[in-house]
C-alpha cells in the first residue's frame, strides 16, 4: 500500500484531507474481537492510566496483539505478517537507525523493486508513516505487525556487536601501547564506560546469564553464557584488557592495585531500565586478569512451582514436605542449574502472615516481601554457620540456607531441621541418591541425616528446541540407543525434533530452558537402608525409591514431547543414568 493509498484509508468521506484517525475501539466491536461493554471499561481505564487503548485491552486480557493487528489488517485491506527474524533483509532494515525504528515503531523488511515493505505495529499512525517516508524516500508498502514481534526482531536485528566493536577500537587509539600504563588509569576511561555498558545491554538481551572477559596471547575475548552454553560476543586486541578489568573492579569496589590473588565483589546497576545486581569474580591467569560477572536480573518475578516444569508426582510431594512442620530439603545440582529459582519458588508458596521466613544467603538473589533475607559477609566474621546459629534465635518457622558449604553450616541446618524447623538448602551433587552419602562424607553423623533429610530434589536445565524453527529429524543410532535404555519399546515410532536455526534463536536451534528433576523420597525403607551402613544396599533402595522419578526419565519424556532433542538431554543427564 502507497502512502495516497493510505491516506484514503485513513481519511473520512467527509474530511478527506484530514486524515481522521481510524477509532479502534469502533473498528474491534465492528469486526466483534470485543463487545461494547468491553469496551467502554476498556476508554475508562485509558483515560484513567493515559495507556493506549489496544495496551489496556491486551493487559486485562480481553484480547490479544494478533486479533487486533489481523483486524486492523483486515480494516485497511493489507496483509498482517506473523513477523520473525527471517523475513527481514538486514541490509533494507538498517535503512532506519535503531532510535527512528523503535520511535516510529515501524522497520522496513525487504523490497520489491522501487517498493520498500514497511512492518508497522500501529498502522493507523500516519505521522509515523509519513516520516518513515521522508526518512527513506521510497515508496512504501505497509504490512501490519504485532508490537512484540516487532521488538523482538529489533533486538535481533540491531545487535551490539558491532557497537562493541567500534568503542574497543576507540580504547586502543585512546590508551598507551603498554598495558601497565593502560591499567594505571592514565587516559579517559569513558570509552571503556560504554563498552561495559554496551556489554551488559547486550547480555540482558540475549538473556545471558554470565559474561566472561577473557584475556589472550593476542587477543581479549568476551563471551556470553546463554542458556547455559558460551558464545563469543566481540573480540578485541589484547593490550585493552587491563583497561576494561579495572573498570569492572572499581565497579564492585575491588582492589584496583591487586592482581596476583582472585578478589570477589558485587554492585547493583540499571541496564535497559531493569535493576540487575552482579557478583564480580577476577582471577589472574597467564596473559592477564579473567573476569566473569554473574547477572542477577530483580525485575523478573518469582516462578512459581505450577510453572517449573516439575512432574505432577514431583510436585505432590515437594508440597507434601511443605505442609510438614520440621524437616530439611536438598535441592541438589550442578552451578547454574536453577536450584536458587526452585527453592524460592517454594519458599513463595510457604510465604504467609502466619509464617516466620528468615533466609541465610551469598548474595540474596531474589525479593521476597514479608521474609527476613541476610547477606553473609565472611570478611567481618559474618559466615553461614554465624548467621545460621543466630536465625534459630529469632523464632523462624522456616529456614533457608543458600548452600550447605561446610560441616558447621550442615550440623547446624540438620540439628534445626530435628527441632521443629522446615529447613531448605542446596548441595552440589551428581544425583539425589549420593546425597545422603555426600552428607557423610562432609563429616554428618549418620542418626543426624536420617533423622533429619526428608526430601532430596536434583535438577537440570535442558536447552529448549525454538518453537520458529522447529522440525522433524531422524535419530543417530547412539541417540536410539540412549532412549530406548530409558524409555524402552515407547520410543517406537517417536517424532523427534529439533530447531533448524533462525535469527530467533541466533541460529542455536534452542531458545530457552526447562528444568529436570529427580526425587528421592526418605521413607522408612530408604532410611533403614541408610542406616544401615551398606553403601551399596542403600543405594539400591534410593534408585528403586526413585524409580521413574529420575532425570534421565524425565529429560526423555521431554525429548518425547518434542521440547528438547536427544543429545541436549544426553549432555545433561547421560551421566546419570543408572543401571
Not at 260 to 281: K, T, Y
Not at 444 to 449: G, Q, S
Not at 495 to 504: D, K, S, V
Request: charged letters at 25%.
Amino acid at each position: 500500500m502507497k502512502l495516497t493509498d493510505l491516506n484514503e484509508v485513513l481519511s473520512t468521506p467527509a474530511a478527506p484531507r484530514a486524515r481522521q484517525r481510524l477509532r479502534l475501539g469502533d473498528l474491534l466491536v465492528a469486526q466483534r474481537v470485543i463487545d461494547g461493554e468491553q469496551l467502554q471499561r476498556a476508554l475508562a481505564e485509558q483515560k484513567r492510566s493515559g495507556r493506549r487503548l489496544g495496551r489496556v485491552l491486551i493487559d486485562d486480557g480481553v484480547t490479544d496483539e494478533e486479533a487486533i493487528g489481523r483486524a486492523l489488517a483486515q480494516q485497511l485491506k493489507v496483509p498482517f505478517f506473523d513477523l520473525t527474524p527471517d523475513m527481514v533483509q538486514p541490509r533494507v532494515a538498517r535503512q532506519l537507525s535503531e532510535a527512528q525504528a523503535r520511535r516510529l515503531r515501524a522497520l522496513p523488511i525487504d523490497e520489491l523493486g522501487p517498493v520498500l515493505r514497511l512492518a508497522m505495529a500501529d498502522p493507523t499512525d500516519y505521522q509515523a508513516f509519513d516520516d518513515a517516508q521522508k526518512i527513506l524516500r521510497r515508496d512504501l508498502d505497509l504490512v501490519v505487525v504485532t508490537e512484540s514481534r516487532l521488538n523482538a526482531v529489533l533486538d535481533r536485528l540491531y545487535t551490539k556487536a558491532d557497537a562493541m566493536l567500534d568503542l574497543a577500537r576507540e580504547i586502543e587509539l585512546e590508551f598507551a601501547p603498554d598495558p601497565q600504563l593502560a591499567a594505571g588509569g592514565g587516559a579517559d576511561d569513558a570509552p571503556v564506560a560504554r563498552l561495559l555498558q554496551t556489554v551488559l545491554e547486550d547480555a540482558m538481551r540475549t538473556r545471558a546469564s554470565d559474561i566472561h572477559i577473557e584475556p589472550q596471547e593476542r587477543r581479549l575475548q568476551i563471551r556470553f553464557r546463554v542458556d547455559g552454553v558460551l558464545q563469543t560476543q566481540t573480540e578485541a586486541e589484547a593490550r585493552i584488557a587491563p583497561a576494561v578489568v579495572q573498570r569492572v573492579k572499581l565497579m564492585a569496589g575491588l582492589d584496583i592495585a591487586e592482581r596476583r590473588l582472585p578478589q570477589d565483589g558485587r554492585c547493583a546497576v540499571r541496564v535497559r531500565n531493569q535493576p540487575v545486581d552482579i557478583r564480580i569474580s577476577t582471577m589472574p591467569s597467564q596473559h592477564g586478569e579473567s573476569v566473569v560477572m554473574r547477572l542477577l536480573p530483580q525485575s523478573g518475578g518469582l516462578l512459581e512451582l505450577n510453572f517449573l516444569g516439575m512432574p505432577e508426582a514431583v510436585l505432590a510431594k515437594v508440597r507434601e514436605f511443605m505442609g510438614v512442620s520440621h524437616g530439611m530439603m536438598l535441592v541438589t545440582g550442578p552451578t547454574g542449574s536453577g536450584k536458587t529459582t526452585t527453592l524460592y519458588a517454594t519458599l513463595a508458596e510457604l510465604n504467609s502472615p502466619q509464617t516466620k521466613i528468615v533466609t541465610v544467603e551469598d548474595p540474596v538473589e531474589y525479593r521476597l516481601a514479608g521474609t527476613t533475607q541476610v547477606q553473609v559477609n565472611d570478611k567481618i566474621g559474618l559466615g553461614f554457620a554465624t548467621v545460621l546459629r543466630s536465625t534459630l534465635r529469632q523464632d523462624p518457622d522456616v529456614v533457608l540456607v543458600g548452600e550447605m558449604r561446610d560441616r558447621d553450616t550442615m550440623e547446624t541446618g540438620l540439628r534445626a531441621a530435628m527441632t521443629g524447623h522446615l529447613v531448605l538448602s542446596t548441595l552440589h551433587t551428581n544425583d539425589a541418591a549420593s546425597t545422603p552419602l555426600r552428607l557423610l562424607d562432609m563429616g554428618a553423623a549418620r542418626f543426624l541425616v536420617a533423622s533429619s533429610l526428608r526430601l532430596v530434589l536434583a535438577q537440570r536445565l535442558v536447552r529448549t528446541v525454538c518453537p520458529e524453527c522447529a522440525r522433524s529429524y531422524r535419530a543417530s543410532a547412539q541417540e536410539l540407543a540412549f532412549l530406548r535404555a530409558v524409555l524402552g519399546d515407547r520410543i517406537d515410532g517417536a517424532e523427534l525434533r529439533h530447531g533448524g536455526g533462525c535469527g530467533t534463536c541466533n541460529r542455536t536451534g534452542f531458545l530457552g530452558r526447562h528444568g529436570v528433576y529427580e526425587l528421592l523420597d526418605m521413607s522408612p525403607a530408604v532410611v533403614s537402608a541408610f542406616n544401615g551402613g551398606d553403601t551399596d544396599a542403600y543405594l539400591r533402595a534410593a534408585r528403586e525409591a526413585i524409580g521413574t522419578l529420575s532425570l534421565a526419565r524425565h529429560a526423555c519424556e521431554l525429548v518425547l514431547a518434542g521440547k528438547t532433542t536427544v543429545r541436549e538431554a544426553m549432555r545433561q543427564v547421560g551421566r546419570v543414568i543408572h543401571d
